[in-house]
C-alpha cells in the first residue's frame, strides 16, 4: 500500500502542477530534490511571482526511520520506526478576490521493534481560505468536497466537514482560518472499510482538487482591486501564519521527525501584516468575512 499510494502521489503532483501552471500563464513550477538523512526524503516543487499566484507549493515526500521520541510518547509505544508519504500543497494567488487554497492526502505505517506492522491510515483534507467573500465560490468548493464523499460513503461529507471546521480553527482568535472544507485523520481498516476502500475514497479526494479550485481561480484571477483590498489581503495572510505556526499538525510533525524546513514553511505567503488590533468597518466586505469565520456555516442545502 504505501508504494502504491506514493506512486499515486507522484503523479498527482504532475497533473496539480501542470494544471496551475496554465491557469498561471506565466511563472512556473521550480523543482527541488531533497534527502533526509535518517531516512526518505522528497520533491518540493514551487511557483513564484506569477501572473496568478504569488507563491505557491506543492510538494511530495517520504520519510521513514526510528520513531521520534515526541511520536512515541504521542502514540504510547517504547520504541519503534515508521513510514509516512503524502502530498502537501498551499497556493497564494496574488489577486485579493482570490482565495488561498490547502490541501493535503498521507498515509502513515506504524513498525514495532521487530518490524512487524503494527497501525497503518491515510489522512488529508482540502479547505479553502478567501479574502472576500463569494458564496457562490464557497458552494462550488464544498459541493466538489461533497460529490467525492458520497461516491464511498453519505455520512462522510458531513462529518469531514464538520472536522475541517473544528481543526482549521485559530482558537486564540476565535475564529476559522477560512471557509473550511474536508479534514479526515486515522483512516484505517475496520468493520466495513478495508484499507483498499480507505484508498480508493482518499484519492477520489485527491483526483477532485482540481475541480474545486481552478474554476474560482479562473472566475477572480482578473476582478480588479484596490491597495486597500491588498492591506487586507496580507493582514488575513497574517492569521493563516499564525494557524500554520501556531496549530497546524503537519507542520508540527515536519519539524520534529526532522523534515527539510524550506519545504515545511513553504506554506508561508511571501508579504504579510499584522496590525495592532486592527477591526473592519462596520458592514463592510471586510466585516462580512469576519462573521462568517466567527460562526462556520453549511455552504449546501
Known sequence: MKNKFYNYIEKLQDT?????ERADGKATFQEDLWQRKEGG???TRVIENGSVFEKGGVNVSKVYGVLPEVLRKQFGV???NFFACGLSLVIHPKNPMTPTVHANWRYFEMYDD???LVTQWFGGGQDLTPYYLFEEDATHFHSVCKDACDKHHPNFYPKYKARCDEYFHNTHRNEARGIGGLFFDYLKEEEGFTLQNRFDFVTEVGNSFLNSYVP???KR???PYTEANRNWQEIRRGRYVEFNLVHDKGT????KT??????ILMSLPPHVQWVYNHTPEVGSEEEKLIQVLENPKNWIS
Open 16 to 20: 496539480i502542477c501542470n494544471a496551475l
Open 41 to 43: 526524503g522528497g520533491r
Open 78 to 80: 517504547a520504541a519503534g
Open 114 to 116: 521487530a518490524g512487524n
Open 216 to 218: 474560482i481561480v479562473e
Open 221 to 223: 484571477k482578473d476582478l
Open 252 to 255: 508540527l510533525f515536519g519539524l
Open 258 to 263: 526532522n523534515g527539510r524546513i524550506e519545504s
